[in-house]
């Protein structure tokens, strides 16, 4: 049953920094990430892949270590994959 709520909704604050994180994401403690970042395994040169269509490269989160950024421009070249937008002809895009 919908109801009517009278007093109306409250207008928040959008964050400045939207893609801040402000608490640890779970997964991070579920793996143990940070006990093995204090072993001194950062990851460094290991290339992370998915199939998929909702990643956001941009994201504050991914960015600093996207393969194919350098701190100014994105180089896509071998590190980004669309199979919707760059084909002419496919049937999903």
Do not use: M
């Amino acid at each position: 049953r919908i109801q009517n709520f009278p007093q109306g909704l409250r207008a928040i604050e959008s964050p400045s920094q939207p893609n801040s994180p402000e608490t640890v994401e779970p997964g991070i403690n579920y793996t143990h990430a940070p006990q093995v970042w204090a072993l001194g395994h950062t990851g460094e040169g290991i290339v992370v892949a998915g199939a998929d269509t909702g990643f956001r490269w941009t994201h504050n989160a991914i960015k600093p270590h996207y393969r194919g950024w350098d701190g100014v421009t994105a180089d896509h070249d071998y590190n980004w994959h669309d199979s919707i937008h760059d084909s002419s002809g496919n049937p999903c895009g």
